[in-house]
């Protein structure tokens, strides 16, 4: 921790309680997104099963400069002959071109509730995401107990 010069007022970032509060948040945020993302994902595989399907067609496309801005919006025609957009994710050699035909699936009670066949949903995601804080947070919970294994054997060495 570093030395405190003077009367300036340390960081909140090295009280305890804030470094409790984040490894807090980091073991319960992981599993938390992981269970989210994997009921996305069920309904998602829900949906394919047994959604309608018609035939959409590309209307915009984003090209950002990371993944996360690498979606597009696909228009759809529904069974009730109301029209509907949804947006998916597209991976690096996958970007669909402006205008192309993309195979939606919708429910046939919402057709508001759709996904793009063979793209990205935000499902898979959100559990990837879940699934690397619970690394994190697993890796983080054996560092600190390896520590405060280590920290008693010393102190039993010494006494």
């Known amino acids: 921790m570093p030395r405190n010069s003077g009367n300036a007022p340390r960081s909140f970032v090295y009280h305890p309680v804030f470094r409790t509060i984040v490894i807090v948040a980091l073991l319960v945020v992981g599993p938390v997104l992981l269970v989210i993302g994997s009921m996305l994902n069920a309904a998602d595989r829900e949906l394919v099963a047994n959604g309608s399907r018609a035939t959409g067609t590309v209307v915009e496309v984003n090209d950002g400069a990371e993944a996360s801005t690498h979606n597009f919006r696909a228009e759809y025609l529904a ?21 192309s ?59």
């Open 79 to 99: 069974g009730d002959a109301s029209v509907h957009s949804v947006w998916a994710d597209w991976a690096p050699d996958a970007k669909p071109a402006l205008g």
């Open 101 to 159: 035909s993309v195979t939606v699936i919708y429910s046939a009670t919402d057709p508001s509730v759709a996904l793009v066949e063979g793209h990205g949903t935000p499902g898979r995601t959100v559990a990837g995401l879940g699934g690397l804080l619970t690394v994190v947070s697993v890796v983080i919970i054996v560092v600190m107990a390896s520590g405060l294994a280590r920290g008693k054997a010393r102190r039993r060495g010494a006494g």
